[in-house]
């Protein structure tokens, strides 16, 4: 792998709301104060290529869902130099509210999103408000409607995008939900999203309760662990552990940005 270019990779914080553990685990306690979740995209910067994981929410969708919302996701990518106006791709770990509300920000970027996420988000599921409601149909659409301009790369389970990174169909929190696998200067880092909202779900077997198939959930906590050089190395996608965990890059990004690869 050395002559394979390594990646930068961070996350980015722009939203946060407290939880109550059933809110986070199957069969918490709904007295219990569960720890608070934070919203983040990613992305990762290598030399040649920007890769972009996610696109988060707006200010509107956060007043709808009672969610603090920080900052827009694309003042932190301009912290790190990355115009959202001039990304060429993006990766869609699955079509949640909080992961593809801002698509609008991207006019010029190409969709990488799984076969089987945009059949279960437009699927007979969606009939059903446990499926379908941490969907916003309008976003929903306008994918559909990047499906018809031509912006969307449709992938039917794990594909390498180039030698270092690849995506890896997951499931289990949703249909078509993908983590995505980045070599770094420190070998194989993997960006879990929703596959694990926090580390304790994959670590203590704790399912999160927005699930269209458990049994497949907690089969993918052992696939992220096959794809990571170490555990360590897989990402969570909601838990404020990261901002705890890891360094930011600069006391400007502090609170904001941190690198997950060093």
């Known amino acids: 792998m050395s002559t394979v270019q390594p990646f930068k990779v961070y996350a980015i914080r722009y939203a946060t709301v407290a939880r109550h553990a059933s809110e986070n685990f199957i069969g918490g306690d709904p007295h219990e104060r569960g720890m608070d979740m934070d919203y983040f995209v990613w992305v990762a910067i290598s030399d040649s290529k920007t890769w972009v994981i996610d696109t988060g929410f707006n200010q509107a969708a956060a007043i709808k869902r009672k969610r603090n919302f920080l900052r827009c996701p694309t ?67 306008a994918i559909v409607r990047n499906v018809y301009a031509g912006r969307v790369s449709f992938h039917a389970g794990d594909v390498q995008l ?81 901002m705890k965990r890891y360094q930011s890059p600069t006391h400007a990004m502090e609170g904001i940005v941190v690198r997950l690869d060093e």
């Open 75 to 141: 003042e932190g990518l301009k912290l790190l130099g990355v115009d959202a106006e001039q990304v060429e791709d993006v990766i869609v770990t699955h079509l949640h509210y909080d992961h593809i509300g801002n698509f609008d920000l991207f006019p010029n970027a190409r969709f990488h999103l799984q076969d089987a996420e945009l059949n279960y988000a437009t699927g007979r599921y969606m009939s059903k408000p446990f499926f379908s409601g941490a969907y916003e149909v309008d976003e929903v659409v």
């Open 162 to 242: 180039a030698p270092n990174i690849s995506l890896h169909l997951i499931g289990g929190h949703t249909k078509g939900l993908q983590c995505v696998r980045l070599w770094t200067d420190n070998g194989w880092l993997v960006l879990a999203s929703d596959a694990s909202h926090y580390l304790a779900n994959m670590n203590e077997g704790r399912p999160f309760p927005i699930v269209a198939e458990v049994t497949t959930m907690i089969d993918g906590w052992d696939k992220l662990r096959s794809l990571a050089d170490d555990p360590r190395r897989i990402i969570p996608g909601h838990d404020p552990e990261v």
